[in-house]
C-alpha cells in the first residue's frame, strides 16, 4: 500500500562535522531494498563523500544553497548521478541541503551500471513539456537520454493552481513524488490524501493514483521511477497524458535538446 513520510517524521542524525542528515526512506524501508533517500543538512564549510559500489547507482540534488561537487559549483539546477563504483566529494559553500538517493541493486535492472557512470544534468535548460488536456508542466530530471542508463527515470512535475491529471497505476516499477514547493492533494485510489513541502510519496507498482492542486501556488514535486522503465495505465475514460515539447527551457531560454510529442512512458527521451 503506498505511503507517506511527512517532513516532521523523518528520523534524524546529527554529525560532528556539520552534516544532519535525515532518512526519508532508510535502508530496509522497502521489502526490496529498492531504494533510500535521506535530506542531508550541511553547515557553510562542512564535506563528505559519496561513492558507489560496482552494483550501486545514486543521484542527488541541491535542494537549497550552493555545493562544490569536485570543486565545480553546483545549485538546485543541477541533478549529478554517479554509479558503478565512482565517487564524488560534496562541500558546501554556504549553509546548504541535498538530497541523496541510493539504489543499492541498480546493476540488476541495468547491467550496464557496473561499467561506471557519471552524469551532470543542469534541469533548467531541459525543453518545458505542457500536457495536452490541462495546464500541468513537466521537466526532465533523469532519462536514458540523459543519464545513459534505464536504471532510473525521474522528472519535475508542475500542478498549476486548479489543475488535476487522469488517475493511473504503472507496471514493471516503483515510485516516488517528493514535494518541493506548494501543496496539494493525491488521490490514492479514490482517497484523498493532502502533500505539502517536504513530504514524500511512494507508490508501489499497480496501485492507482492522481494529483491536484486547489491551492493558489503551484505545486511542485519530483517523481522518480526506479527501474526507469515501465507502463502507465490510465482508468477507463480518461485521457493518455500527452506531453508537447516547447522550444524553450523553464526560464524561456532556447533549450538544450529538443524532443518529440510522446506519451508519458513512451518515446525516446
Known amino acids: 500500500m503506498a505511503f507517506v513520510v511527512r517532513a516532521a517524521e523523518r528520523s534524524t542524525q546529527t554529525s560532528s562535522e556539520g552534516l544532519t542528515r535525515e532518512w ?19 553547515a557553510d564549510g562542512a564535506a563528505f563523500q559519496l561513492a558507489t559500489s560496482v552494483d550501486e547507482l ?37 549553509p546548504t ?26 534541469w533548467s535548460t531541459e525543453p518545458v513539456l505542457d500536457s495536452e488536456h490541462d495546464t500541468r508542466r513537466r521537466i526532465y530530471l533523469a532519462s536514458s537520454g540523459l543519464w545513459g ?29 517528493f514535494v518541493l514547493a506548494g501543496s496539494g492533494t493525491a488521490l490514492l485510489d479514490g482517497t484523498p490524501v493532502p502533500l505539502a513541502a517536504g513530504d514524500l510519496l511512494y507508490n508501489f507498482e499497480n496501485e492507482v493514483h492522481a494529483f491536484e492542486n486547489g491551492g493558489d501556488e503551484d505545486f511542485v514535486f519530483v517523481e522518480f521511477f526506479v527501474p526507469g522503465a515501465s507502463r502507465t495505465v490510465w482508468v477507463p475514460g480518461a485521457n493518455a497524458c500527452g506531453w508537447v515539447p516547447r522550444e524553450t527551457d523553464v526560464r524561456g531560454r532556447q533549450a538544450a535538446r529538443a524532443l518529440e510529442y510522446h506519451v508519458h512512458g513512451q518515446g525516446q527521451v
Not at 535542494?63 to 559549483?73: E, I, N, S, T, Y
Not at 542508463?149 to 515510485?175: C, D, L, N, Q, R
Open 58 to 94: 545514486l543521484w542527488f540534488q541541491v535542494l537549497a544553497g550552493m555545493a562544490q561537487v569536485d570543486g565545480v559549483p553546483t545549485d538546485a539546477d543541477v541533478v549529478v548521478m554517479i554509479a558503478g563504483g565512482q565517487q564524488c566529494m560534496l562541500a558546501a559553500s554556504e
Open 149 to 177: 542508463t534505464e536504471a532510473v527515470k525521474g522528472e519535475m512535475i508542475f500542478y498549476p493552481a486548479g489543475s488535476s491529471g487522469a488517475a493511473h497505476h504503472h507496471e514493471g516499477a516503483e515510485h516516488f513524488q
Open 97 to 122: 541541503e541535498v538530497m541523496v538517493v541510493r539504489v543499492p541493486h541498480a546493476a540488476s535492472y541495468d547491467a550496464g551500471v557496473r561499467d561506471g557512470l557519471r552524469r551532470r544534468v543542469d
Open 24 to 42: 526519508v526512506l532508510p535502508p530496509g524501508r522497502l521489502s526490496d531494498d529498492r531504494m533510500s533517500f535521506e535530506v542531508i543538512a550541511m
